[in-house]
């Protein structure tokens, strides 16, 4: 009986491919990343990666292969803060850092130096934004890059949510642009682009993704201290 299974065109490649083709692993995840992009547009005209089938949507069609051929590839116009400069949407973040981070959360750690190197930062803050996109995709790169504009008033009400959840509730809490600060409590919340609440901890003296956004700053703490009570029993 013939199998109805699909099949990838490298199944049955053994050798790996002549230079400077990258190797068959970055070629067959470059194949199944198309395949999910072909999916989702197939789902309608908008339609867009999710965390079922692959979070975040499709950015640019050759940023994620640039990601996995990048030894040896340029780093110009990468900024200071680890990722592209050149050509920022309205999000804060530019499409080829957004696919490349995504490629990276989607297939695996494997690629993620060789993609710190297309975007010229240390493999460290590349290990963050992929952390920051298996939490909340695109829009958690975004808050993870760089503070970005926000409402006093909405960092104000969100002050306000969180006092009753806090373990030190007389110390202060630092407001910098969409960032809210309990350094006590070793929190900290980012209001991203989606309108949500992006949950931080303090661990080895860095602000690090912890969970996935809310829509309310209460539970985004919430959802912060608890990430840090579990790190605490590990």
Do not use: K
């Not at 116009?77 to 850092?97: E, K």
């Not at 490349?100 to 460290?124: K, P, Y």
């Not at 970005?148 to 202060?172: G, K, M």
């Amino acid at each position: 009986m013939t199998s109805t299974e699909p099949t990838s065109v490298l199944d049955g490649v053994t050798e790996p491919p002549p230079a400077p083709l990258p190797g068959l692993d970055a070629l067959r995840a470059l194949v199944a990343d198309a395949a999910l992009r072909a999916a989702a547009l197939l789902d309608g005209p908008g339609g867009a990666l999710t965390e079922g089938n692959a979070r975040g949507g499709a950015a640019t069609g050759g940023a994620a292969a640039d990601g996995a051929t990048a030894e040896g590839a340029s780093t110009e116009g990468a900024g200071a803060d680890g990722a592209s400069t050149d050509g920022a949407s309205a999000d804060g973040v530019d499409d080829v850092t957004a696919d490349i981070v995504r490629f990276v959360a989607q297939h695996g750690d494997t690629h993620l130096e060789r993609a710190a190197l297309r975007l010229g930062c240390s493999a460290g803050r590349m290990r963050l934004l992929v952390t920051a996109h298996r939490c909340g995709g695109r829009p958690a790169v975004a808050t993870c890059l760089a503070p970005l504009p926000a409402d006093p008033d909405v960092l104000a009400a969100a002050e306000h949510a969180v006092q009753p959840l806090r373990p030190s509730p007389t110390a202060p809490v630092e407001r910098h642009h969409n960032h809210l600060t309990d350094a006590p409590a070793r929190v900290q919340l980012r209001y991203g682009p989606d309108g949500l609440w992006h949950p931080y901890v303090e661990r080895y003296g860095s602000w690090q993704p912890a969970a996935a956004p809310a829509p309310d700053a209460a539970t985004a703490y919430r959802a912060a201290r608890t990430a840090l009570r579990g790190a605490t029993r590990t």
